[in-house]
């Protein structure tokens, strides 16, 4: 049964030349699990409002949405706030109340509840969440993963049918984030709640899925199951969609000459089915069942020539001598100096007199040059320890020193903090003279981030218009432009797309390359295991470990890469497709 249809569905915001959304139909069968791809800025958000009747943008709208068979905008009220709910993709947006109990109570005492059910309810959703030791904490002390978790908690209270998610992992660390996506496919397998995810992260995601959509510039390009998603992207060596792969089928394609032609089923989408794939090839590559592999002709020879032919293709086309390029911009990056910008020395810091301590005799260093990425669970602390970096918080006991003259810039994980002005250049212009760059300076400096980050089409866009990637990356826009010698940065790469990440390292490369050091804080383990210099982990209030991305990262178990869990046993050290690549035409040749 159909539980939404969309046809002929336009959008276009107040005063736009162009559709946000173009002539979208689709249907969504009851109980299917749906993800939606796409850039940022390509109408994702917007089709997810439209879809939540109640948050529904201003503007001119054509087509027609039905919800079982009617018209969206005839649903009653309460049927539609009660059968459709949406986790939004910041969770500050979200949240109304003070302390987490009353939040988790307010929808149920708006739907008019007894007190028995909403008490009944609140016990059920708090062990299944493990929200018990929050339930009477204030919200302002919960970090940006645990709010999200209480907003799909808040949601899922009113027992919804239809349940839309904005980017509801982008500030979750990745065990959190493989916990609530696993809490989703239960609510998708066990209840039959249909599911509707517009995603960047997809290792966990697109495995569950029944069918992706892609929205482009506010087309639908594809719609279909994942595994066709890979196959059609497997035909088109130059597809920008690859990016949008998880990591198990962009090996797949890179490794498999002929992957646009493969057999539906041999096409591997999760950890488990990469990691058979990859030994059946080492076991070709090596000579091991010759007979049964290749039919005893001496064809692993062939194999290994194949996959490091491909290999060489697969180089070409995803590190291009592009300066945009991530592979070009590392290129060009210096190793970090013995330069010493910035050090933090047994800190301690509580929010309270008789609170906990966030911080506990923390120590660490910052050198010129480098780019540091801090990780750790949700709750760790880290951003806490962003905010005493840049002197933003005092701690109560250690020093934090900074280099004579050194000035930081700061990125904090809400971007809408840094908006002010009715228009994209508006902001930009404000805070250019805020850094006191000169005309001409100011202007081929903003000409610069525009194009980097993409938003010249956005200058006359007021910032809160624009989606949750745009707005990213338009914060991070005009903290650039204050130039500062240190940049931290907490979650930059939330909403992100694969391209814009890409823009994003390449323009961090560059700066490094200046002599600037960056302090990265993220979830992203794919981005910090790629670019980083120097990784750290945040637990107990102190850094437990620290070193290079290549051992930080092959010796943990979750907070490591796609690639280094699938070829682990084959290659220890391998952390992107780019390692295995460079190392497995050897390694499969030994034969």
């Known amino acids: 049964m159909e539980i939404l249809t969309a ?25 299917e699990f749906v993800v939606l791809l796409g850039p940022s800025g390509g109408g994702k958000t917007t089709l997810l409002r439209h879809l939540k009747r109640e948050l529904a943008p201003v503007g001119k709208v054509s087509g027609m949405i039905a919800y079982k068979g009617r018209p969206l905008s005839d649903l009653p009220a309460e049927l539609a706030a009660g059968e459709i709910g949406m986790v939004f993709q910041n969770p500050d947006a979200q949240i109304v109340m003070d302390t987490v109990w009353h939040e988790l109570a307010f929808s149920m005492e708006n739907m008019g509840y007894p007190p028995a059910v909403m008490r009944s309810r609140l016990a059920e959703i708090a062990g299944l969440f493990g929200l018990e ?29 239809l349940l839309l998610l904005d980017e509801p992992t982008s500030q979750l660390d990745p065990v959190a984030a493989r916990e609530f996506i696993q809490t989703l496919h239960r609510l998708n397998e066990e209840l039959s709640v249909t599911v509707i995810i517009s995603e960047h992260r997809l290792e966990e995601v697109l495995p569950l899925a029944d069918r992706v959509l892609l929205l482009e510039e506010g087309e639908l390009r594809f719609q279909g199951t994942p ?70 002709d001496g064809s692993a020879v062939h194999t290994s020539r194949t996959l490091a032919g491909t290999a060489e293709g697969f180089r070409a086309h995803e590190d291009p001598a592009s300066p945009l390029s991530p592979a070009g911009a590392s290129r060009t990056v210096p190793a970090p100096s013995n ?11 509580r929010y309270t007199k008789d609170g906990v301590e966030v911080l506990k005799k923390l120590s660490l260093s910052l050198y010129r040059g480098e780019l540091l990425a801090i990780m750790g669970g949700n709750g760790a602390g880290k951003s806490t320890l962003l905010h005493v970096m840049n002197g933003l918080l005092k701690p109560q006991r250690g020093r934090v020193t900074l280099g004579k003259g050194i000035t930081s810039g700061f990125l904090a994980q809400n971007p809408l ?3 002010s002005y009715d228009t994209v250049q508006e902001e930009l212009k404000q ?16 000409s610069r981030l525009l194009e980097i980050f993409q938003l010249e089409n956005l200058l006359l866009s007021h910032p809160h218009d624009i989606s949750g990637g745009q707005q990213q990356k338009l914060a991070l826009a005009m903290v650039m432009l204050l130039s500062p010698d240190i940049l931290l940065l ?42 980083a210099s120097r990784c750290a982990m945040l637990f107990d209030g102190g ?15 979750f907070y490591t890469t796609v690639v280094n869990r699938m070829v682990r046993d084959l290659l220890p050290q391998a952390l992107t497709i780019e390692d295995v690549m460079k190392t497995w035409p050897v390694f499969a040749s030994r034969s």
């Not at 792969?245 to 950890?271: C, H, K, N, Y």
């Not at 850094?543 to 178990?557: L, R």
């Open 339 to 349: 330069e010493l910008l910035l050090g933090c020395r047994e800190v301690t810091f």
């Open 431 to 446: 805070m250019a003279e805020y850094a006191g760059l000169p005309g001409e300076r100011a202007e081929r400096e903003i």
């Open 227 to 296: 595994r066709d998603f890979v196959r059609q992207a497997g035909k088109e060596p130059d597809s920008t969609h690859r990016a949008y792969l998880p990591t198990a089928s962009r090996l797949f394609l890179a490794l498999q000459p002929d992957a646009g032609s493969a057999p539906m089923e041999s096409i591997p989408l999760t950890v488990r089915e990469g990691k058979r794939w990859l030994h059946s090839l080492d076991g070709i590559a090596a000579g091991k069942d010759t007979n049964a592999a290749s039919g005893g």
């Open 133 to 161: 030791p929050l339930l009477y904490r204030p919200i302002h002390e919960l970090s940006g993963g645990q709010k999200q978790l209480l907003n799909l908690a808040s949601v899922l209270l009113l027992q919804p049918k």
């Open 490 to 531: 907490d979650e930059p790469t939330k909403g992100l797309d694969p391209g814009a990440k890409e823009r994003l390292a390449a323009l961090l490369g560059d700066l490094r390359s200046r002599g600037v050091s960056i302090v990265l804080v993220t979830h992203d383990v794919e981005f910090a295991a790629r670019y």
């Open 7 to 31: 046809q002929q569905l336009s959008f276009s915001y107040p005063e736009e030349d162009r559709d946000s959304l173009h002539e979208l139909s689709f249907t969504v069968e009851e109980g």
């Open 417 to 419: 903090l840094y908006f």
């Open 543 to 557: 850094i437990t470990s620290e070193g290079a991305p290549a051992e930080f990262f092959s010796s943990n178990y």
